[in-house]
């Protein structure tokens, strides 16, 4: 998936629990977190899984996620104004989630 809105540190946090799992195995532990994260990254679990049984026919039991990768996606940069004439710089970072899939 791309441009995520949520920045690349969190997302591989939660990215790295299901590394190497089976699907089952991954979603279990997905539904258990209790974060929006959680939640994309299931999203996306699951797409993948549609299109490996789908293009590929492979059977959803049998797969194992082989890799996960979190990219730095752009930055949307906005100011806060504070006192004095000053600005802050805040910035909204997106990320780039990928999951590949094998079967066993």
């Not at 752009?74 to 806060?80: A, E, F």
């Not at 004095?84 to 990320?95: C, L, N, V």
């Amino acid at each position: 998936a791309k441009y995520l809105r949520i920045s690349p540190s969190k997302v591989q946090k939660v990215a790295s629990l299901i590394q190497g799992k089976s699907y089952k195995d991954a979603v279990q532990t997905l539904e258990s977190l209790p974060s929006k994260i959680s939640y994309k990254v299931w999203k996306v679990l699951k797409e993948v899984t549609a299109n490996a049984t789908h293009n590929y026919f492979l059977v959803k039991e049998n797969l194992i996620i082989s890799k996960v990768y979190v990219n730095r996606g752009p930055i949307l940069k906005r100011i806060q104004p504070r006192a004095k004439g000053k600005a802050y710089r805040i910035e909204k970072k997106f990320s780039h989630l990928t999951i590949s899939v094998k079967s066993v």
